[in-house]
């Protein structure tokens, strides 16, 4: 055994007899599920995987990885597209086995939620006590990656952004250093996590607000010839709809009840109140004569979140692109995708699932934030869109991809899509960052615009060596 192998068995001997979690390597129980992802193509072969217990495992297994030269990945939920929470033979520090807890506070309203917690467990603790915080639209996503990265929900319109309702994190440092930010403490971590990433964030701390315990939501099938019709009754509707409603439209070719390969037009409409005034808010998507249609009159809001889990099941490879929308969306752009879509299929029917989806969460709560107060940067006034598309075949990623990529610039060149940070109607509210396959490797200053100066200052206070560099990578400050 070389002297550099001995020296890597002894501290990772050191790291096994300090840790109160656990370490494992390939080969070793537990390994496949350390490693395992939402989308089987983020799936990377680590060297290590950490499963910490506690804020100083989470320090130990940062000096180790740092010991070792190794690229060290964070894993929450494991849902990233990007891969970001995975390394090929670096050290993964998975948050999911064990700090996945949470807690509510009733009194102050607040939400404690520990970095490897998915948001079911969130809603859950809450709605014990009558609150909710903006979660991801599927309940099985980690908490983390989607705070971090801004995050939508149901209830955006209403309370914004998941990112502007985290008041507290804690976090570990490249230094090992574990540190409580807020407005108070640490004020600039504070910020620079609000939107990106300085180090492992172990807990969060969100505001959480009164919330009825049913709320009204309608699932709406239309045929594909419905499309124009639909998207004018939808974009009308967006102009005017309040912050108690959201909407999601799509077209898919695999949907429930329906003949697989046949491209179909679906609608979720959400109303945060009573079912007589949410059937009459959505009365002109009804106008429209669905083929399919499922009013939840009385929905737990407990279950809201976990409507879309089967379509958004784990395991398979995915490759989805997304874009934000500066106007309303052009018809002939998505015809163009779709045709696009019916092409490949036709030539390779195991391609068959795959669409568009735009989430189209109102955005008044969302604009009026400064666009300075968090790192976060993308606060225009458009649709979220993402093309995407399911498969199974390894052999076909680098074709998936491309035709991914030629779907997305079919929508981008007929309809304007944001382009760098901004908000408001200016727009340029760049594409939603959780939705960038590519955030790896992508330009951090387009993406966080304004902020971006700011963040590398933060950046040279809080890891100027750049240890946490696989989302957005900052560059930083001289």
Known sequence: ????????????????????????????????????RWSDNCVKQAGYVVFPKTNEDVAEAVKFARGQSSELAICGGGHSYSGSSSTQGGVVIHLGKYMNDA??????????????????????????????????????????????????GWLSGRHGMTVDNMVQVTVVLASGEVVTANEKEHPDLFWGCGGSNFGVVTEFVFKAYPQR??????????????????????EDWYETAGPDEGLHWGCMRVLPGMEPGKPNLMVIYFYNGDSVEGKKAAKKLYDLGPVFEKAMEDLPFIKLNALQNEASAHGGRKYIKGLTTRSRTCVEAIQAVLQAQDEVVKSNPALVHCGVLFDYSTKQAITAVPLEVTAYAGRGTGAEGIIFQFYTDPS??????????????IVSERTPVAFKAGKGGESFGVGYTNFDPDASGSDAARV?????????????????????????????AE
């Open 103 to 152: 807690r509510c506070d009733p009194e102050k309203r607040l939400l404690y939620v520990g970095g490897g917690a998915t948001w079911a467990i969130v809603e859950k603790v809450g709605m014990e006590h009558g609150l909710a915080t903006v979660a991801g639209n599927v309940n099985h996503t980690g908490v983390g990656g989607l705070a971090l990265g801004g995050g939508y």
């Open 1 to 36: 055994m070389s002297s550099s192998a001995q020296e890597t068995l002894a501290a990772l001997t050191k790291l096994k007899e300090t840790l109160s979690g656990d370490v494992v390597c390939p080969g070793e129980e537990g390994y496949e599920y350390g490693i395992a």
């Open 448 to 476: 966080f615009g304004p902020n971006y100066k700011r963040l590398r200052e933060v950046k040279k206070m809080y890891d100027p060596e750049n240890v946490w560099n696989r989302w957005y990578p900052i560059e930083p």
């Open 396 to 409: 076909l990623d680098d074709l998936v991809q491309g035709q991914v990529r030629a779907w997305a610039q």
């Open 213 to 234: 315990l049913t709320v009204f939501v309608a699932h709406l099938v239309y045929t594909i010839d419905k499309l124009e019709s639909l998207l004018n009754v939808v």
